[in-house]
Each structure stands twice: as C-alpha cells, then as structure tokens.
C-alpha cells in the first residue's frame, strides 16, 4: 500500500464526524499518517490507543486528544469509537484563541469534561445535520470548545505542573528559539544561527534550554529534526535520500549517521520495521503491552558525542507542510511551560 506524506480532508474549514473514517481508510491502521489539519479526538466507544509523534495514549470513552498539524497519528484497535474534529489554519481567524493552549491529552469527568463533550457530539450533530450552512456556525462552535479547553489549563486542572523550575525570561526566551526553529529547522541546524536571529548569545539559548527541558540547545535542534525524520520515514514512502534532502542534508550519508546517532538505528531499518506488518500491530487494548519495536521509541534524550558542524548540510527552504511547533511536538514542553502528558504518568482529570 502507496502511503501519502499528507492526509488530506474534506475542504470545509471545521468539520466533525464519527470514526475514523475521515483520517485512514484501513481499519487496521498498521502504519501512522501524516495530518495537515489540527485534530480534537473525543473517544466516545471502546478501550485502546493512540500514538501520537511515537508517543502512547490510553484511551477510554471521555478521553480527549488534541493533535496538531504536522504530526503521526495511528489509532487502535479498529473498535475504538470517536468523534474526530478537524479544521484549518484559517478557520479561528478572527477569534482570540490560542489552539496550541489546549492539552494534548485529558481525561473528561466532572461538570466541565461534560460540557466539553457535550460540546463535541454538537458540533459533530450540527455539521451533520447542516450541510452546507454557512461556517461561521461550526467556528463559533470550535472556538468555544477551544475556549473552554483553555481556561481549564489556565485554571490548572488541565495541564501538570513543570518539571523543572525556570524562569519567565528563560521560558520566554525557550518559546522565541522553538518558533524560529520551527521555521528553520530545514535550512539550519546551527545554534549560532537561531542566537544571531534572536539577538542574543548561544549561552543564553542553552541556559534557557537547559532551565525548561534539561536539554541543551543543540539537543533541542537536532531533536526537532530527527522527529520530522522519523515522521516522513514512518508515515511516507518517500526516498530516504529524499526525507535527508527535505532536511538539509546534503549527502545521504550524512543523513544516515545523522539519523543514526540520534535515533539508535539507520533510515532504512526505522522504515523497513514500520513496513513489516509482523514487526507492528495497532495499538491494542491498555492492559496490553505495546508491539511497536522498542528501537522505534528511543528516549529523547540519547547519550552522544558531539555533533558534526555541519553534517553536510545544504541551505535549502523550508517547506509549507510542516505546521506543527517544536515547542509542544518536539520538546513535550507546552506552550505553558509544562510538560505533555507522558506514558506512565498520572492521568489529568477535570473536576
């Protein structure tokens, strides 16, 4: 089966509608896709999993998933039921919203995780039952649910408490290098080159890095492009001299021991374990151990000698298919400065 790099959807600017239907045609969901548009999935039916950027979710009826533009997403088993919304870049225009303030997972309890889901299933009613009326219904409607989803995290009950104490201009100044790698991480893998653009000195985007994430800003660059490898490698079948070019590299070779250093295996064996279905199934049931190879979810920090200079890189443009933020993708830092919900971790409930 031919994978696209992008899943593409309908071209309404909110859309919602049950299942899964709308995201990956095979059921058996054997290897994640690559989406376009920013995601709120409301289980509704069934016990299972999400992947979301290689990292598991439990999922149970009530369990809310926010997954952004950019990212791999494979759900499981085939039983699992959910309203999935979608909708684009430009369909919050207008409102003060700030999507990206919305958790990436949470569990819906109590009398907001009622309105919220309530919230859901009438925005996935209404769209259903409106047909062609006009959006600024269903962009009422998204930014009210986005609304909520906010105040929650600003109240507390929505986000986890930072693990690692920095401060506001540290954060800050976090913030200020994930946006500017977000746009440059094709081009540049440099920190000297974010510092020059950001004004200020490769030591003051290391503290920063090190104060929020543990991380120094090396790791932070490098990390953010090994992910999008990982993405194109296991939900595309683009070359993988390709994948190596798209990210700046300019010889294969120089991708490889890239990839390898940072991930733990090469290029070709990361996608060869995605294309064997023997070596995946779709996430199961939670009381089921996971079968996605353990190579292919190594830890994001991964002891290593020091980075090439340059590893071969070429200047090459950035590219309009990656929307998503270092910030709360890469780093599992959100944009509050606390953590993404994490396996193992405790879940968040909203009272």
Known sequence: MMFSPVHHFRDAAVSAALGFGDLVADPVWLRPILVERDLLILVTAGHGRA???FHTLSCRPGTLLRVRAGQVLRCGPSSLGAIVVHWTSTALHGFDVAP??????????????????????????????HRGAPAALFRHQLAALLLRLALLVDSGRGSQPAPRSASRTETNTFRLLCRELEQGYQRSRRVEDYADQLGCSVRTLTRACLAVTGRSAKQVVDERVALQARRLLAATDEPVARVGQRLGFSEPTNFGRFFTREVGVSPGAY???WEHPADHSTPTEPDSAPTLPARD?????????PADADDGQSQMPGHSDDHVTAESAVLGVANSGAASQQPGERPLHVD
């Open 51 to 53: 992947e979301v950027d």
């Open 100 to 129: 990206e303030a919305a958790p990436a997972w949470l569990e819906l309890t109590g009398a907001d995780g009622a309105t919220i889901s309530t919230g859901v299933h009438q925005l996935a009613a209404d769209c259903e039952r």
């Open 271 to 273: 996608r060869a374990a």
């Open 297 to 305: 979810a190594p830890s994001l920090v991964r002891p290593r000698p």
